[in-house]
């Protein structure tokens, strides 16, 4: 059965303090590894995909890398804003399929 | 970028009735839209897939008569939930692929909150 498992649930940061978000999957075949930001109240919000093992994208304060296990969401010198909910998911191998959510890692950053 | 739009973005009803909450590709044409169900603090539930034309496939546990999805349109998914009690208070998200979306990221709505009373 495909999977996303998110680590921490919640993860409280002083702001400037660096630190990185787990997202370990098993799925039958990977499309594609996604990153989103969710804010209160709000739908997701695209951040990141990465397709293979080795590949990396930045954007801002934010890194994301994959292995064939498991990808790390790194956030370097967080701001109060960076604060909210980032989402992993998976798509699988297969045309048509829907995005699989990991329950997300809860980011506060406080000045 | 992709956008989708979602309405409303709340609603208030009372237990028995049935509420209608739309989905809408504003720049590009979704051959399939997802339905989503979040609970507090809770990850985003797959409720039901459905492309343009055809019957939505809905995921186990998901009642097919209770939650009618309607893709009438490259543009337009609905979701009615009928008949709706307290327990189908939840936050419903949708999301849309496009025909040339195969490796792209899929775009989400803004959500709809819904409150039976």
Known sequence: EDQVTQSPEALRLQEGESSSLNCSYTVSGLRGLFWYRQDPGKGPEFLFTLYSAGEEKEKERLKATLTKKESFLHITAPKPEDSATYLCAVLANQAGTALIFGKGTTLSVSS | G????????????????????????????????????????????????????????????????????????????????????????????????????????????????????
């Open chain 2, 2 to 117: 992709a956008v989708v739009s979602q309405h409303p973005s709340w609603v208030i009803c009372k237990s028995g009735t049935s509420v209608k909450i739309e989905c809408r590709s504003l720049d590009f044409q979704a051959t399939t839209m997802f339905w989503y169900r979040q609970f507090p603090k809770q990850s985003l539930m797959l409720m039901a897939t459905s492309n343009e034309g055809s019957k939505a496939t809905y995921e186990q546990g998901v009642e097919k008569d209770k939650f009618l999805i309607n893709h009438a349109s490259l543009t337009l998914s609905t979701l009615t939930v009928t008949s709706a009690h307290p327990e189908d208070s939840s936050f419903y998200i949708c999301s849309a692929s496009g025909q040339s979306s195969y490796n792209s990221p899929l775009h989400f709505g803004n959500g709809t909150r819904l409150t039976v009373t």
